[in-house]
């Protein structure tokens, strides 16, 4: 699988995730390490809404910011998780394609538990109805 991963600012934690992912065997696509949030945020975005990657990770001191910057892109749902469950549940149950965290509260142990999770969770077919509820509207309410 190819992954996508951007972040703010380059920490212990940063270099966990890019390690986690190598040996996990996945193709890391470094697009910001470090860079501004908000383009952290958008470059993992885009590459994932492109399909460039089939899954981003990005990160900066909240999460907060890189989550809002990557769900501007078109097609992107970037969750914001604290924990392995929050992130099983954002792929199973919302279809999640980019894992945002926080590295102020997020440890080494906490994002590959996350990440493993985030990338070997499936969607749950019985929530495509309302996952597609929340997709941009394509014209005026029905």
């Given at each position: 699988?190819?992954?996508?991963?951007?972040?703010?600012?380059?920490?212990?934690?940063?270099?966990?995730?890019?390690?986690?992912?190598?040996?996990?065997?996945?193709?890391?696509?470094?697009?910001?390490?470090?860079?501004?949030?908000?383009?952290?945020?958008?470059?993992?975005?885009?590459?994932?809404?492109?399909?460039?990657?089939?899954?981003?990770?990005?990160?900066?001191?909240?999460?907060?910011?890189?989550?809002?910057?990557?769900?501007?892109?078109?097609?992107?749902?970037?969750?914001?998780?604290?924990?392995?469950?929050?992130?099983?549940?954002?792929?199973?149950?919302?279809?999640?394609?980019?894992?945002?965290?926080?590295?102020?509260?997020?440890?080494?142990?906490?994002?590959?538990?996350?990440?493993?999770?985030?990338?070997?969770?499936?969607?749950?077919?019985e929530e495509r109805a309302?996952?597609?509820?929340?997709?941009?509207?394509?014209?005026?309410?029905?």
């Open positions: 699988m190819r992954v996508a991963f951007g972040t703010d600012e380059a920490t212990a934690v940063t270099t966990a995730v890019q390690e986690t992912l190598a040996e996990l065997g996945h193709d890391v696509i470094v697009l910001a390490n470090p860079d501004t949030w908000p383009d952290a945020g958008r470059r993992v975005g885009e590459a994932v809404a492109s399909g460039q990657a089939d899954l981003g990770v990005v990160c900066c001191w909240t999460g907060t910011g890189v989550s809002i910057a990557a769900n501007k892109v078109a097609g992107v749902r970037a969750a914001l998780c604290t924990d392995a469950e929050t992130a099983r549940g954002a792929r199973r149950w919302n279809d999640a394609n980019v894992l945002a965290f926080g590295l102020r509260l997020t440890s080494e142990v906490v994002a590959r538990e996350m990440i493993e999770v985030f990338l070997t969770t499936g969607v749950d077919d309302n996952i597609d509820r929340v997709e941009p509207s394509r014209g005026p309410a029905q």
